[in-house]
């Protein structure tokens, strides 16, 4: 179910400037970090906080690991350096061209990218940034977007490395995801200009668009109580990828997962928010969407601690157990009978404990 809207035409577009990526990108005595805080002068003290803080992946961190945060930090870097891969562009470009069902070969080639589901949603106006934000040398930009659609997409985070969280191990694991959707957008978005169409790819610190209300209008989840997207087999355990474009796509449309009901009970990410940043009341009205809200300088502080990106929330919510038979039954009858979801949080606190406690795990 998508997030209810007060007003649909009263919400604003969102400035990426403002996201809490873009604000600790600012660097003091640049231009950017001058013009920025004169206009959010509100904000400089609190940033300049964070930024004082040991930078994520760095040696000085709680959970510094001397051999996979540094491993992370290269799969970040190496994200830029990404491009198409050849053989399979051309291989599907050959095959969209001859297919009778254009959408379902287009969804067949983000699952054969690696994708582990896919949807088409059309793109809101409200979800694209007004100004470039995430680097200085685009810093301040107006976003110019007129695709009217996205091909939204999903990779899967491992299940044994995320129940590490807010160890090395999660981070680690959300830079190869990071890495993966992004390989996958570009040679996905190199198919469909090759039909002729023009395609953009949103990927890791290279967004135009706001990537979390596009999934779920792609009917691949809701937003849950810790504000990210829970999707069906797999919870809270992905990571978003997408392509905008004018191909002419039948669009998908949202779903009732039960999230939204079962988050309102539950409470298990907040309680176990290591920096509570999440919200233990009713959903309020967020920029005219009403969702439960996040305390962001709250939990990235707590990243720049732990030097990871934490992952507790992701990992202990009850939709993120393993993608197999039992856990699917489960997530299909907790979409299916709402007076039972008490009882299902009963028993996900039974077997697997209200607290959440770091495994010991690892990465694939």
């Not at 007003?7 to 577009?13: H, I, K």
């Not at 379902?104 to 694209?128: F, K, S, T």
């Not at 985070?157 to 999660?170: I, L, N, V, Y």
């Not at 992701?314 to 157990?321: G, K, R, V, Y």
Request: proline content about 7%.
């Amino acid at each position: 179910m998508a997030d209810p809207i007060d007003n649909p035409d009263a919400v604003p577009r969102f400035d990426e400037r403002d996201t809490m990526f873009a604000r600790m990108a600012r660097r003091s005595g640049t231009p950017a970090y001058e013009d920025y805080y004169r206009l959010r002068p509100d904000l400089q003290r609190s940033d300049d906080r964070l930024r004082s803080l040991t930078p994520l992946l760095q040696p000085g961190a709680r959970h510094y690991d001397p051999t996979l945060s540094p491993e992370a930090d290269r799969l970040f870097a190496a994200i830029d350096d990404l491009g198409p891969e050849p053989e399979k562009v051309s291989a599907w470009t050959v095959r969209l061209r001859e297919s009778d069902d254009l959408d379902r070969e287009v969804r067949r080639l983000l699952l054969d990218l690696g994708a582990v589901a896919v949807g088409v949603a059309p793109v809101d106006p409200a979800w694209v940034y007004t100004h470039k934000g995430r680097h200085d040398d685009v810093y301040g930009r107006e976003v110019s977007l007129d695709h009217p659609r996205a091909v939204v997409f999903l990779v899967e985070m491992d299940h044994a490395a995320m129940r590490s969280s807010p160890r090395a191990p999660t981070i680690l694991e959300s830079a190869r995801q990071y890495h993966r959707a992004a390989q996958i957008a570009f040679t996905a978005a190199a198919v469909l200009r090759g039909l002729g169409a023009q395609a953009k790819p949103h990927y890791d610190a290279h967004y135009d668009v706001i990537l979390p209300p596009l999934a779920v209008a792609a009917g691949l989840g809701e937003l849950g109580r810790n504000n990210i997207l829970v999707a069906d087999r797999f919870g809270s355990r992905v990571r978003i990828g997408a392509i905008t474009t004018d191909l002419d796509l039948r669009e998908d449309a949202p779903v009732d997962l039960g999230v939204r009901r079962f988050c309102g009970i539950c409470l298990k990410c907040a309680e176990n928010c290591p920096s509570q940043a999440l919200s233990l009341e009713e959903p309020v009205p967020v920029r005219g969407v009403v969702k439960w809200p996040t305390d962001d300088v709250r939990c990235y502080g707590y990243w720049r601690v732990v030097g990871t990106d934490c992952g507790v929330c992701m990992a202990c919510c009850p939709f993120s157990h393993r993608d197999n038979a039992f856990h699917n039954m489960v997530r299909w009858a907790v979409r299916r009978i709402p007076s039972a979801h008490r009882m299902f949080k009963f028993l996900d606190d039974l077997f697997y404990g209200r607290r959440w406690t770091a495994k010991n795990g690892g990465s694939r």
